[in-house]
């Protein structure tokens, strides 16, 4: 079961990616305290308060997108633990990233992963998801790729620190436009 992630999820989100980040699942800075883990998740707490995340485009150039998050509930009591959580993040008003999501360890290895996903890619910002980057070294980066290929994605572009996974269903356009991404984050011009 899904329900809109809020403010008051920072704490579990920011456990998580930090979790997550330990197993090589996200960038390893998110680890500890420094100053880019410290704007990340100061700018996370917003994108959960405001629904907008501020990132930088492939210039360079500070901007703010739409973001939406979920946490993930297994089965049906409302009070039960969350297992996980998922956002989404905007393209340039060209569909959506999914672009964090974890499950928690304890909740590992029995579906809940391909739940909480394919519930997500259900919703509004879900049904216009075109991008997902995994990062290799993540210790689940395989069981990731298999899930994502399963529900209409395919691995398009690879660098050293992540593989680009393009939905079936992208538009024409958004191929293009992710091959040029990721070469511009491979150092490729």
């Not at 964090?100 to 809940?112: E, K, Q, S, V, Y």
């Not at 049904?127 to 398009?156: D, E």
């Amino acid at each position: 079961m899904l329900s809109p992630a809020n403010a008051g999820h920072h704490a579990l989100i920011s456990g998580l990616i930090r979790e997550c980040a330990a197993e090589g699942a996200f960038d390893p800075e998110l680890t500890g305290r420094s100053l880019a883990a410290d704007v990340f998740f100061a700018n996370l707490q917003c994108a959960l308060h405001e629904g907008r995340f501020t990132t930088s485009d492939a210039a360079g150039h500070l901007r703010t997108v739409p973001a939406h998050g979920y946490i993930y509930v297994s089965g049906l009591e409302r009070d039960a633990p969350p297992a996980g959580f998922g956002m989404f993040k905007s393209l340039d008003g060209a569909g959506f990233e999914l672009w964090l999501t974890a499950i928690a360890p304890a909740w590992r290895g029995n579906g809940h992963g391909r739940a909480m996903i394919t519930a997500m890619l259900a919703t509004p910002a879900g049904r216009m998801t075109y991008l997902v980057r995994v990062n290799p070294q993540g210790s689940n980066a395989a069981a990731m790729s298999h899930l994502l290929c399963s529900l209409g994605f395919s691995a398009m572009a690879h660098t050293t620190l992540c593989t680009w996974y393009l939905a079936d269903q992208a538009p024409p356009d958004m191929a293009a436009r992710i091959s040029a991404a990721a070469s511009n984050a491979a150092g490729v011009h």
